[in-house]
């Protein structure tokens, strides 16, 4: 099945004063205390468990919603784990200014959307993205619709790798299909 | 457009057009992984592709450095994994008695100069030493690195870092690197390929290189080079692992995102306090300061010439009375030197205490961790909370690790 069009809610990751939180790192979305937990399915409930004002986001989240969040996301450590615990809670992509270097590998590795995007930023600052928001996102070609305030923005689109790893799963199924 | 020295490299191994922001699909010479990561590396490999072989085994390379030999249950386990799927693959293992790893693939030639080189170490960007490109990942990346000898990669962006001036004695290579880090802290480099320029990085040895290499990862960079050498270095290089060192630079028109100069003439001995490597002073400012360990070896600082500065401040000199000076060589081929160059019983008779090669303290499998309350200064390259254990960590240069050790509080070799 193609995966291009992605519909769903937003979760907007600011602070008290309404700004994107920034530089969010691998401690915060998962801490190091859970990371004896192999099991996927029980990785869900400590996501953001140690962001401050987000660490109840396991339970509010619904399968589809999207998060919005700060630049360099995912700093710090290469737990897998700090991927994985949105993929448990089926979140369905992250769009950021930045992420950290291997945490992006780590996520374009295990088949999950994340989108840089240069608008996000600004768009937040002028109260456009807020979270409940209804967005439309092709994958592909970058387009973005906030259906709930009626108008367009743009991510980067994803390269033509992480498209192909994406479109199967991962990077080991990618390599499979290679061969 | 010119390129840069990473853009060059990449080039050099991908059929896509290289430019900053660009993934490629990139051939890797060298595919490793080591006891941590490891075990990890041979389960992924085995439920993916079962009996399938290796891309080719003839470059792909366990390297145990963490724990040896292994003094946990749970490393002794993890080594005999990898040893195991090592045997079934045909894959060679440089095993707990060779030292660090990154070290040893310089060592025999494996990386070298234009090379593409990965593995399951953070600090595995040090091969920009002898401009490699060297690059530390995560498992399910070097499981499909094993298999497939390709990974993908972004193309960064690169920064052109000019050095002026030049130091003295007993300012070090170490003392550089850490005036650099608390010149560009972890944003400027940040996911940068970093080339340092000058005329005082010319003469550099490969030992100063591979110091100031070893922290690009503290300044959140993807690699560091020093591309300027002359023939001194180039004749180190053959005598170190038999290869000629390839000269690459950057196009005077290559794009680098950004320049930086940092004058360094007469720079006094540096030193980071806890709890991160770009919190940076003069030793100066924090002579006096009590210790109660020190620490000289690591990836940044366990070379032969790292143990000749801390022995031209121990010689004729004890280590204070009740402080432990705890001494890891990089490798097996760095302990032989110490033996001929009778460096060793140099650094016995001074009080300190030395074990065979490895990663020391940084891992937690190897000497060199602070129980709480204990103030280590040591070579090595991260002092966060935590890292070596409740201890608090400085790190500055072996001169200054020796120093401070043979007074007990910190300070700088000519306090002495």
Aim: with cysteine; net charge negative; hydrophobic share 40%.
């Amino acid at each position: 099945m193609e995966r291009t069009y992605f519909t769903g809610k937003i979760w907007v990751l600011s602070d008290l004063e309404g700004q994107l939180i920034e530089n969010i790192d691998t401690d915060q979305i998962y801490h190091n205390a859970f990371l004896h937990i192999t099991e996927l399915a029980k990785m869900g409930e400590y996501a953001l468990g140690n962001l401050e004002g987000w660490k109840d986001f396991p339970k509010k989240a619904q399968p589809g919603d999207m998060i919005i969040t700060g630049r360099n996301f995912g700093a710090g450590s290469s737990r897998q784990q700090a991927v994985d615990c949105f993929l448990a809670l089926q979140v369905s992509l992250i769009i950021a200014p930045s992420f950290g270097a291997i945490y992006f590998r780590n996520a374009v590795n295990s088949g999950f959307p994340v989108l840089k995007s240069h608008d996000v930023e600004r768009l937040v600052l002028e109260g456009k993205l807020e979270t409940g928001d209804q967005i439309n996102v092709n994958v592909l070609s970058g387009e973005c619709t906030n259906v709930t305030k009626d108008f367009s923005f743009g991510v980067l689109p994803m390269s033509e790798v992480q498209h192909a790893i994406f479109q199967v799963g991962g990077l080991f199924r990618y390599g499979n299909e290679l061969r | 457009m010119g390129k840069t020295i990473i853009e060059k490299i990449i080039q050099d191994h991908t059929q896509d057009e290289v430019k900053p922001g660009k993934i490629v699909w990139m051939d890797l010479d060298i595919r490793s992984a080591r006891d941590f990561g490891g075990p990890n590396v041979a389960k992924h490999y085995e439920r993916e592709y079962r009996d399938e072989p290796v891309a080719d085994p003839t470059k792909t390379y366990f390297t145990f450095d963490l724990c040896v030999p292994a003094c946990t249950l749970k490393y002794a386990d993890n080594q005999q994994i990898c040893r195991g799927f090592a045997k079934k693959h045909r894959i060679a293992v440089f095993d707990v008695d060779k030292g660090i790893g990154s070290h040893v693939l310089m060592e025999e030639g494996l990386a070298c100069a234009g090379k593409t080189v990965v593995g399951t170490d953070s600090h595995l960007n040090i091969l920009g030493a002898v401009g490699c490109f060297g690059q530390g990942m995560g498992d399910v990346d070097i499981t499909f690195a094993f298999k497939t000898g390709k990974t993908w990669f972004e193309v960064p962006e690169s920064l052109r870092v000019t050095i002026k001036g030049g130091f003295d004695w007993p300012t070090s290579a170490k003392d550089l690197t850490l005036f650099i880090l608390k010149n560009l802290g972890t944003e400027k480099a940040a996911l940068k390929a970093v080339e340092f320029l000058g005329d005082s990085t010319t003469n550099l040895t490969l030992s100063n290189r591979i110091t100031l290499c070893s922290m690009v990862t503290e300044m959140a960079g993807i690699i560091g080079f020093v591309p300027q050498f002359d023939e001194p270095f180039v004749q180190e290089i053959l005598d170190f692992s038999g290869e000629k060192m390839m000269s690459i630079q950057g196009d005077p028109d290559a794009e680098y995102s950004d320049e930086v100069e940092i004058d360094v003439s007469g720079l006094p001995p540096q030193i980071a306090a806890p709890s991160s490597p770009t919190n940076v002073f003069d030793v100066s400012e924090l002579c006096g300061t009590e210790i109660h360990s020190g620490f000289i070896g690591s990836c940044t600082n366990g070379r032969l010439e790292d143990l000749q500065e801390a022995v031209r401040v121990l010689k004729g000199k004890k280590v204070k009375e009740g402080i432990m000076l705890k001494i890891v060589p990089a490798t097996q081929k760095v302990y032989a030197e110490l033996l001929q160059e009778g460096v060793l019983e140099d650094l016995f008779r001074s009080g300190a205490i030395i074990s065979n090669p490895g990663c020391g303290g940084c891992a937690e499998g190897h000497i060199g961790l602070t129980g709480r309350g204990e103030v280590q200064v040591s070579t090595g390259n991260r002092n966060f909370a935590g890292k070596q254990g409740k201890g608090l960590t400085y790190l500055a240069s072996p001169a200054v690790v020796a120093a401070s050790c043979v007074r007990g509080e910190i300070c700088s070799p000519e306090d002495l």
